[in-house]
């Protein structure tokens, strides 16, 4: 169907998809008409579109450039690499108004829960979707349990 050319389609709630599709879907992304309006030019991309390109990438074998091209399932790049939420960056180095000063300990708190229990300092690459001034940036963090490993020593006088 054919997409109106007025803001208010920015706006419309109405659910397009969830991916991964299947009842058994783990983070699944939902796709509405207003995320789909935001593709057209001189749109802004938002964060559902951010996540569900991610998402489609990481973890689609039959869908996957980047899975084909680097000849491997998404299985096996689970192993070793975690996409994170594009809200995750976002609320990592959000400043409480009550708390300019926030601690680390207090950053790591907030986001604890995103990383549904996996061991990030096992996988070799991190995936951070990272928004700012409406400008979308991907960090990537390579192999953290050595640099976690570093700092630890650092801090030790090793």
Do not use: M
Request: glycine fraction near 6%; charged fraction near 25%; proline fraction near 3%.
């Amino acid at each position: 169907s054919h997409l109106g050319d007025n803001a208010a389609d920015i706006a419309d709630p109405t659910l397009v998809l969830e991916y991964p599709l299947g009842a058994d879907a783990v983070d699944a992304v939902a796709v509405v008409r207003g995320d789909l309006a935001r593709l057209r030019p001189g749109e802004f991309l938002n964060d559902n579109l951010v996540d569900f390109y991610l998402k489609l990438l990481t973890t689609d074998d039959a869908r996957s450039a980047l899975l084909a091209k680097l000849g491997v399932g998404a299985a096996d790049l689970a192993a070793t690499v975690k996409v994170l939420s594009s809200h995750f960056f976002a609320k990592l180095t959000e400043r409480r108004v009550t708390n300019a000063h926030a601690s680390h300990a207090a950053a790591h708190k907030r986001v604890e829960r995103w990383t549904n229990g996996c061991d990030v300092f096992d996988k070799d690459y991190l995936l951070v979707p990272i928004v700012d001034k409406l400008h979308w940036s991907l960090g990537v963090v390579c192999h953290a349990g050595a640099l976690a490993a570093q700092v630890a020593a650092d801090r030790d006088g090793d």
